[in-house]
């Protein structure tokens, strides 16, 4: 472009500072910025946010104190930065001084503070600014209720969590999948798995379900004896895929309920599922602890059939539970077929002899 005597616009110069910045590229953007005297502010900007993200808040901090005048958006990125880093006196400092600059803050600032607050632990600070955003001339949308909730359920406030997801939907604005997601995870970590399912099957009644809520909800209701109400989840709920019937198998094995893990892995097998190693290796895993060998050896045999490699770990554990059930012959016959098979991958020089 400049070959060309095309002068790149403010956009364009924006745009690749935030490259060079988000590339690690920090001595260049440095580079493009005194090579030319047009967008300082701009350019500015970008190298704070690009200081921040390689983690040089010190010099960001220098550089936006040497800069001769600010915008919102220079303050929007140190508030930011700093109230990820939980350094919530600076972040409220400059928002103080932003105002005090006659500088208007716009929803992203706030929802930088309120989230900022909350991971701090200052709930009350959160909500006490949440609160104040009609008198300011801005209403909440979606993801400030989303942020807050997500504070009040990691401050395990659940029931206030509830409350203002009531309070959201009260004034006419529809949850969205982050809002559901934060919200579920919240009340099966609290144990409270009924109100958790509920939430999901009114996350399905709005919109697509997001598959990262079912995978959270499945393991808790499992663990805590709700084996039918995880199995219709996973069956009513979503479409079940390889993932979520590995993960109801693990919890099934987990709680011991081998004979309904080795049912679903039948089911599996019927609906043209074609399972991997992992799975495969997770339930021989759990039934050789609970030393139930012949089942061992049924899944392997199955996993044989359904053109499933395993690895040294499951040969090894096949090998372990034959020896246990006192099949030692057939243990060094398995033996010996494995090394058969991998001294035959070998070049031929490192073979040990010729098979």
Request: hydrophobic share 45%; net charge positive; aromatic share 10%.
């Amino acid at each position: 472009m400049q070959l060309n005597g095309c002068e790149p616009d403010s956009i364009i110069r924006t745009t690749l500072l935030g490259g060079l910045c988000r590339a690690g590229r920090l001595k260049e953007a440095i580079e493009m910025t005194q090579s030319s005297a047009q967008g300082f502010l701009d350019d500015c900007n970008c190298l704070i946010d690009g200081f921040f993200r390689n983690g040089w808040p010190d010099e960001a901090m220098k550089l936006f104190k040497a800069m001769p005048s600010y915008n919102q958006v220079s303050y929007n990125t140190m508030i930011n930065w700093f109230a990820r880093a939980g350094r919530m006196v600076e972040a409220s400092g400059l928002f103080n001084e932003m105002v005090r600059e006659g500088i208007i803050p716009n929803l992203v600032c706030y929802a930088s503070l309120i989230r900022g607050h909350c991971r701090a632990g200052f709930l009350i600070t959160a909500y006490k600014l949440f609160q104040t955003l009609p008198n300011r001339g801005f209403f909440p949308n979606v993801q400030m209720y989303s942020i807050l909730i997500d504070g009040l359920c990691k401050a395990q406030f659940i029931d206030k969590a509830l409350e203002l997801f009531m309070e959201l939907q009260v004034k006419g604005l529809s949850p969205d999948v982050v809002t559901y997601t934060t919200l579920i995870d919240g009340l099966c970590k609290a144990d409270r798995l009924e109100d958790a399912a509920t939430l999901i099957d009114q996350m399905k009644s709005c919109q697509s379900v997001d598959s990262e809520s079912v995978h959270s909800v499945v393991p808790k209701l499992c663990e805590s004896g709700y084996m039918v109400k995880a199995y219709k989840l996973l069956r009513e709920v979503v479409t079940p895929d390889i993932i979520m019937y590995t993960v109801l198998a693990n919890c099934l094995c987990k709680v011991e309920k081998f004979d309904e893990a080795l049912k679903l892995f039948e089911e599996l097998h019927l609906k043209g599922y074609s399972l991997d190693v992992v799975a495969y290796s997770m339930l021989i895993d759990r039934l050789r602890r609970v030393q139930r060998f012949e089942e061992v050896l049924m899944v392997f045999n199955l996993m044989l059939r359904n053109g499933c490699i395993p690895d040294s770990w499951v040969c090894k554990s096949v090998m372990k539970c034959l020896c246990k059930i006192k099949k030692v012959s057939h243990a060094i016959l398995f033996g010996w077929i494995i090394y058969r098979k991998q001294a035959a991958s070998l070049p031929e020089k490192w073979r040990p002899w010729k098979i």
